[in-house]
T-cell receptor
């Protein structure tokens, strides 16, 4: 079963705009990761945020985590056409299997040139 | 190798056939994971190996699914008597760490279509 739910399911923006994707989850977590997947390709890790962190930055990416609301957001600033991809959040749940990342269904981001 | 390599990239099987999907992880990576990704969905965990030991197979959907990593490097996911609902992309990922510490490195997947 999938724990994370990304919102929106699809997002279409113009190049240069910012894109915000949200992820909600149900159980307590140790950490949350964001991955990107280009069509027909594998997943690429973007960023990991631990349960005791509230915000993290990496280049044009900004991730927030609110464990009280069981939610995270991924912000991509100054988007580029090459950012077009599906974005997934994945949680490592505390108390469960130590080996299982639980992925959401993803947000399909389209950046129009 | 430079990354996780999976083969075949595409496999078409008739219902009832057996298939074998191979994963070559990044050299030296201790952990190896298999995930199943249905069309339009996120990946779902199948199984986990730490070196040659299969420590978690809780995600394997039925006893038709079997995975091995006999020498702690290359892994094979075998699906016996394939059914249409097995159609999906099978993703392999590896990590230099034990368990889920840090990021996973994914291969490009093997797309299985069962007719």
């Amino acid at each position: 079963s999938q724990q994370g739910e990304e919102d929106p399911q699809a997002l279409s923006i113009q190049e240069g705009e910012n894109a915000t994707m949200n992820c909600s989850y149900k159980t307590s977590i140790n950490n949350l990761q964001w991955y990107r997947q280009n069509s027909g390709r594998g997943l690429v890790h973007l960023i990991l945020i631990r349960s005791n962190e509230r915000e993290k930055h990496s280049g044009r990416l900004r991730v927030t985590l609110d464990t009280s609301k069981k939610s995270s957001s991924l912000l991509i600033t100054a988007s580029r056409a090459a950012d077009t991809a599906s974005y997934f959040c994945a949680t490592e749940n505390s108390g469960g299997s130590n080996y299982k990342l639980t992925f959401g269904k993803g947000t399909l981001l389209t950046v129009n040139p | 190798g430079a990354g996780v390599s999976q083969s075949p990239r595409y496999k078409v099987a008739k219902r009832g056939q057996d298939v074998a999907l191979r994963c070559d992880p990044i050299s030296g990576h201790v952990s190896l994971f298999w995930y199943q990704q249905a069309l339009g969905q996120g990946p779902e965990f199948l199984t986990y190996f730490q070196n040659e030991a299969q420590l978690d197979k809780s995600g394997l959907p039925s006893d038709r699914f079997f995975a091995e990593r006999p020498e702690g490097s290359v892994s094979t996911l075998k699906i016996q008597r394939t059914q249409q609902e097995d159609s999906a992309v099978y993703l392999c990922a590896s990590s230099p760490h034990r368990g889920l510490t840090g990021e996973l490195f994914f291969g490009e997947g093997s797309r299985l279509t069962v007719l």
